[in-house]
């Protein structure tokens, strides 16, 4: 399945951003899907996953409250809505499918995801 995220730019803290990701390629049902991050000389990190259906979400804590993904299945898209957005939200937002579509738990580890999109960057002003 390829992925392709957009929707990123600049916006003063407070402020909000819609990030999409468009799937193609494949039976988008068929993945749990991701959002990460990547700031500037760091790793990349989780922040939010849905399951195939959307029934089951899982955030990080720092987003908790303030970040809400969601999935469009008849469009192949995957959202995430940020809002309350801060400086330290700052990095290039990647989107991910997992093709284990049936997990206890939702998959936060970089290396559990197969697909990956180009990313979007954010950038949050102070």
């Known amino acids: 399945v390829q992925l392709q995220a957009s929707g990123g730019g600049l916006v003063q803290a407070g402020g909000s951003l819609r990030l999409s990701c468009a799937a193609s390629?494949?039976?988008?049902?068929?993945?749990?899907m991701a959002w990460f991050r990547q700031a500037p000389g760091k790793e990349r990190k989780f922040v939010t996953a849905?399951?195939?259906?959307?029934?089951?979400?899982d955030y990080e804590d720092s987003v908790k409250g303030r970040f809400t993904i969601s999935r469009d299945n008849a469009k192949n898209t995957v959202y995430l809505q940020m809002n309350s957005l801060k400086p330290e939200d700052t990095a290039v937002y990647y989107c991910?499918?997992?093709?284990?579509?049936?997990?206890?738990?939702?998959?936060?580890?970089?290396?559990?995801?197969?697909?990956w999109g180009q990313g979007t960057l954010v950038t949050v002003s102070s």
């Open positions: 991910a499918a997992d093709r284990l579509r049936y997990r206890l738990m939702m998959a936060t580890s970089t290396d559990q995801y197969s697909y």
């Open positions: 390629g494949g039976t988008f049902s068929n993945y749990n």
């Open positions: 849905v399951n195939w259906s959307g029934s089951r979400t």
